[in-house]
């Protein structure tokens, strides 16, 4: 195990410096993408493909295109807002490299753009809205059948408004739904429930 460990990293060390020397990294620092793969090569200019140690494999692929270097093996060149990053296919027959590389100058710069090339990415989503006819329903047999005039109406035809107190909150608590508590009567609009007293 660990001879198989020295030769992955020995391997890893190499590779590194010859992306470094192809791409002029001083300080060349090793990125797993991720959930960033996609949205950040979509995003990004591709430039040039180079082979790495003279051998390269093209990737006629014409699944995702262009959010995929094109490579089975070999280096390719990106940019995007001024920041210049290599990303590295080699597909070997025990294991494989698949990383991109940036200069550690330009790495938290990468990053903060990578995040907005995720964030742009996501589909947007539709605010969860009522219909408006939904809304006047909920409207009236909720706070509007506290109102004073709706009170006076069903006093006036002999009716006797139901007490509670009504709680406000964030939406998904259970707040903002008129409770029925014994001898309590519903306090003003806009009375938190913490401070309803007795009216």
């Known amino acids: 195990m660990s001879k ?18 192809q791409a002029g990294f001083r300080a060349p620092v090793a990125i797993d993408l991720d959930e960033f793969y996609q949205p950040l090569l979509k995003a990004a200019r591709k ?26 093996f070999g280096l390719r060149f990106y940019s995007i807002d001024g920041v210049r990053f290599v990303f590295v296919a080699l597909s070997c027959s025990n294991y494989g490299f698949y990383f991109a590389v940036v200069g550690r100058k330009d790495y938290r710069r990468l990053y903060r753009i990578a995040l907005r090339c ?15 006819e939904q809304a006047e329903l ?4 909720s706070i509007g059948y506290l109102q004073p005039a709706n009170l006076r109406r069903i ?28 001898g309590m009567p ?14």
């Open 4 to 21: 198989r460990l020295q030769q992955y990293t020995a391997d890893h060390r190499y590779l590194l410096e010859v992306v470094a020397r």
């Open 47 to 72: 430039g040039e493909i180079l082979p790495f140690d003279g051998a390269c494999v093209r990737d006629w692929d014409p699944d995702n295109r262009r959010s995929t270097p094109g490579l089975q």
């Open 118 to 132: 995720r964030r742009d990415a996501e589909p947007p989503s539709t605010p969860p809205i009522l219909p408006p």
């Open 138 to 141: 909920l409207w009236r047999n």
């Open 155 to 182: 006093k006036r035809f002999g009716g006797r408004a139901r007490r509670g107190i009504l709680l406000t909150g964030t939406p998904g608590n259970d707040h903002g739904l008129p409770l029925a508590l014994g």
């Open 186 to 199: 519903a306090p003003p609009l806009g009375v938190e429930a913490g401070h309803a007293g007795r009216v």
